[in-house]
């Protein structure tokens, strides 16, 4: 059985840095992409980095600069660096994996930025 399981999210204050672990577990044969997704409450979901097989990144505009995608492919591992935090960060942020050909999500994990 295939699993995503988040790690690192916390509170810090505004100006702070958090790093956000997503690790896939199972029986893995194909990893296209590894991304992260965020959702505020009373928001939609959102993507916020997102990082291909090939090596290729995409970010959301609100976090270019700030927030960095990375993969430790040995242990099916991708992280999120996040720096310069502010309160609009503030949300339960979710991996998303398209491995073995479907969609996975992990769990959330929530990350909270005081003023």
């Known amino acids: 059985q295939v699993q995503l399981v988040e790690s690192g999210g916390g509170l810090v204050q505004a100006g702070g840095s958090l790093r956000l672990s997503c690790a896939a577990s199972?029986?893995?044969?194909?990893?296209?992409?590894m991304d992260w997704y965020r959702q505020a409450p009373g928001k939609q979901r959102e993507l916020v980095a997102a990082?291909?097989?090939?090596?290729?990144?995409n970010y959301a505009d609100s976090v270019k600069g700030r927030f960095t995608i990375s993969r430790e492919n040995t242990k099916n591992t991708v992280y999120l660096q996040m720096n310069s935090l502010t309160p609009e960060d503030t949300a339960v942020y979710y991996c998303?994996?398209?491995?073995?050909?479907?969609?996975?999500w992990g769990q959330g994990t929530q990350v909270t930025v005081s003023s």
């Open positions: 998303h994996s398209n491995l073995n050909y479907l969609s996975y």
């Open positions: 990082l291909t097989s090939g090596g290729s990144t």
């Open positions: 199972g029986n893995i044969f194909s990893i296209t992409s």
